[in-house]
């Protein structure tokens, strides 16, 4: 599995959400993140408070129990309307039980709604400080998020976490290219696509399935070699160990740049600026 290094940071290219632990015990997603790490080099996994009430945080930290904490990198994310003095540390710290943890490698802003940005930056900030965090960063900011965000204090920002897909490619055509000259690293969630959002299935596309046939692989791993090839983290989620081979598959270059204009015609690219999806 290829690797980010980022600000000092090595990152698996590909990471997976703990979305299944919804509703509870998911045994089939607790083997697919063992799998994942253990098998393919993955470290970086994601959740957040709101998941099934911390659901997701408690099976995940649990999943997780005996792995070394310093070769993992954990992803979790505030709710906005914890994100104010009254509510933001107790909101971390319970985070972080539920997790079983010291600290969170990332953390994140889920939404901007009408949270006070400066209020936000000096609290990520001293959670820094107080080691309860390494890294903080937002999801689902726009352009002029940012911009806000960074007129707050917010330059440090690690990373900007948004719906990105083969479905969704709008962020390429200007938000992707102002993170990265900012340093700022983008995380795709979803990047399989979202039973929250709709969307063509890639399997009822004959032209694309035919070329991938061609080639050995499912749809999903170009999918998720797409976005990393687009300097994304990608982020994806299943409770199948098949699926999670097909998905974790090697795509080489030299299959990449045979399926990438077969993928771009079926699904171009937008060329013009398009609303930011948030799911």
Request: glycine share 6%; aromatic share 12%; net charge negative.
């Amino acid at each position: 599995m290829k690797h980010i290094v980022f600000r000092n940071e090595t990152i698996s290219a590909v990471g997976m959400g703990t979305t299944g632990f919804w509703s509870g015990s998911n045994p089939g997603l607790c083997d697919c993140i063992r799998t994942a790490y253990d098998t393919y080099g993955m470290n970086l996994f994601d959740t957040a408070e709101m998941y099934g009430n911390g659901r997701c945080e408690t099976a995940l930290g649990k999943t997780l129990e005996g792995l070394p904490r310093d070769r993992l990198f954990l992803v979790d994310k505030i709710h906005p309307d914890h994100a104010e003095p009254a509510s933001f540390a107790r909101s971390l710290d319970y985070s972080l039980i539920r997790l079983n943890t010291d600290y969170i490698d990332l953390y994140l802003l889920h939404w901007r709604e009408n949270v006070d940005l400066p209020f936000l930056v000096d609290a990520m900030h001293e959670a820094q400080r107080q080691g309860k965090i390494r890294h903080w960063g937002v999801s689902n900011f726009t352009i002029e998020d940012m911009k806000d965000l960074f007129a707050a204090g917010g330059t440090d920002c690690f990373c900007d976490q948004i719906f990105y897909t083969l479905y969704e490619r709008g962020a390429e055509y200007d938000l992707v290219p102002f993170l990265k000259e900012h340093d700022i690293l983008p995380m795709s969630y979803s990047s399989l696509g979202s039973n929250y959002y709709s969307h063509p299935d890639v399997h009822n596309n004959r032209t694309i399935m035919n070329a991938c046939r061609e080639y050995g692989i499912a749809p999903e791993a170009y999918m998720l070699s797409m976005n990393v090839a687009a300097g994304f983290a990608a982020l994806f989620t299943t409770s199948s160990l098949s699926h999670l081979q097909d998905n974790l598959a090697e795509v080489s270059d030299e299959t990449c740049a045979a399926l990438k204009p077969v993928f771009d015609r079926e699904f171009p690219a937008p060329d013009h600026a398009v609303p930011l999806v948030k799911i």
